[in-house]
């Protein structure tokens, strides 16, 4: 049975439903499988044929233990997850016209448009199906930035063993995003706007790890998590990275380029797992915005902290890319390590790798930050040039690109676009260069819908959030448990 470890070494070994629902190991660390599946040619040529959902099945099945859950009930919560979403392929892609062998991978065809439904999807289904088998309850805590939040709150809205708490930073991501959450009409769903954020989500992720970390409080109000620190995250992201692999290659085999938009490191963590358990991507660019710690790390193998700017592409606002711990431990293979660096980094804020882990974990990856001004300009051009749109997020995969063509060849290249556009109208709008209404691709009728809607949504200050929130968890589990 594949058995799921800490990356920082402590705690127990233990078993996939484990993982799933503790969220975090612990010792605080994020779980990873004791080993990665090596995936052959022979298999790849299998899998390149399969529907996005056969292919799911394959992939997850390599990481799920049929004692754990049987093939049948594997296919059927596969299903079951991606039937609400608007394109029968699951994940579009769209060749450029004006760029050769580029596509853009649209991972925002779920019902909260972001790729984030990609994930949800089918672990909030997974957590839902283990809790079922237990007949046990649990309140999930997540933070967002824009997109994990929506996301979260669909899946989970009337689930009967969920209670879920979705946090994040007021005024720091868009109306549209917002009310994605707060107009839901479950009891289930309670949303949390903090003002005045000095790190953004981060803020919101590090008062999470405070919780985790009150043995109490956790085990009362039975604390799991759906955010990009559980693995089932990660591991279902891996499979859009094979899934596009397979609708642009000519043969399996061929070597292809990947760009990322990057935040928090969880979508491109499931593409650097896909690629070290076998599929042949060439270079991975780490596009980032304005806050370009994931530039820094690795362009210069320094991991630092900065001031947070708030950007166009919201979603990828983060400081700190939790999941870089994660992948680092499938390079270096070194629990004890992974603890030390997390340490010193937490300690003062900064710490640098030495040159040889430095390239070791920065072999086959580019970095880029991006410009707000860039963002625009592309989004305007690619527009203007061909009636597509893109959204900010997937603008920045395409202008990193953009800036290392030479350095990525001849080979094809996806770019990921993480959002519909539609959740930023007012970005657009500057794009295109119009108060006039959007056009098409910029609307979509479920926002459009949620604007009329009314909004339950709790409120607080960052300076008194901590105190609020548990207040506000705490008194809402007596009323209803």
């Excluded at 039937?83 to 580029?102: N, V, Y």
């Excluded at 930073?169 to 949390?192: A, F, G, Y």
């Excluded at 039975?222 to 499979?239: D, Y």
């Excluded at 928090?264 to 690629?275: E, M, Q, V, Y």
Aim: one cysteine or more; aromatic letters at 12%; glycine letters at 6%.
């Amino acid at each position: 049975m594949l058995k799921y470890v800490s990356n920082t070494g402590g705690g127990d070994v233990v078993d996939f439903e484990t993982a799933i629902l503790d969220g975090f190991a612990a010792d605080g660390g994020l779980y990873v499988p004791e080993e990665l599946p090596k995936i052959s040619k022979e298999i790849l040529e299998q899998w390149s044929i399969l529907t996005y959902t056969e292919l799911a099945f394959e992939i997850l099945s390599l990481f799920i233990d049929r004692s754990i859950m049987s093939e049948i009930e594997l296919k059927d919560l596969i299903q079951e997850a991606y039937q609400s979403f608007e394109s029968k392929d699951i994940i579009p892609l769209h060749q450029l016209k004006s760029r050769k062998d580029t596509y853009i991978m649209e991972l925002f065809h779920g019902p909260t448009l972001s790729f984030k439904d990609i994930g949800q999807a089918f672990l909030v289904n997974l957590v839902h199906f283990f809790l079922k088998k237990r007949n046990e309850y649990k309140t999930l805590i997540i933070a967002t930035t824009g997109d994990t939040g929506p996301a979260a709150a669909h899946f989970a809205a009337g689930k009967s063993t969920l209670d879920t708490w979705i946090l994040y930073p007021k005024n720091m991501i868009t109306s549209e995003q917002e009310r994605q959450m707060t107009t839901l009409p479950h009891n289930n769903i309670h949303s949390v706007g903090v003002y005045d954020c000095p790190d953004g989500g981060d803020d919101l992720d590090f008062l999470i790890a405070i919780l985790y970390a009150d043995n109490d409080f956790k085990d009362k109000l039975k604390l799991s998590s759906v955010n990009s620190i559980n693995w089932g995250r990660v591991m279902m992201q891996a499979v859009h990275y094979f899934y596009g692999y397979f609708q642009v290659v000519d043969y399996v085999g061929e070597e292809i380029n990947m760009s990322v938009p990057s935040g928090g490191f969880g979508n491109l963590c499931g593409g650097s797992i896909a690629r070290m358990m076998g599929l042949p991507v060439h270079t991975y660019v780490v596009a980032s915005n304005k806050n370009d710690s994931l530039n820094r790390i690795f362009s210069t193998g320094v991991f630092s902290k900065a001031e947070l700017y708030p950007t166009l592409s919201s979603a990828i606002d983060i400081l700190f890319p939790y999941n870089f711990w994660r992948y680092l431990y499938f390079i270096v293979k070194d629990p004890n390590k992974i603890k030390e660096w997390r340490a010193e980094y937490e300690n003062a804020g900064y710490m640098k790798f030495d040159s040889e882990t430095f390239e070791l974990f920065s072999k086959g990856y580019l970095s880029k930050s991006i410009s707000d001004k860039q963002t625009l300009s592309i989004i305007g051009d690619i527009y203007k040039a061909e009636e597509y749109l893109l959204d900010p997020h997937g603008a920045i995969s395409l202008v990193a690109a953009d800036s290392y063509k030479e350095k990525l060849s001849e080979r094809k290249l996806i770019c990921l676009a993480t959002a519909h556009p539609a959740k930023f109208p007012d970005i657009t709008k500057k794009a295109l260069n119009t108060e006039r209404s959007l056009p098409e691709a910029g609307k979509h009728t479920s926002l459009e819908k949620a604007k009329e809607e009314c909004e339950s949504v709790y409120l607080c200050n960052y300076s008194h959030h901590e105190n609020a929130i548990r207040n506000a968890m705490e008194n809402n589990w007596k009323l209803n448990r």
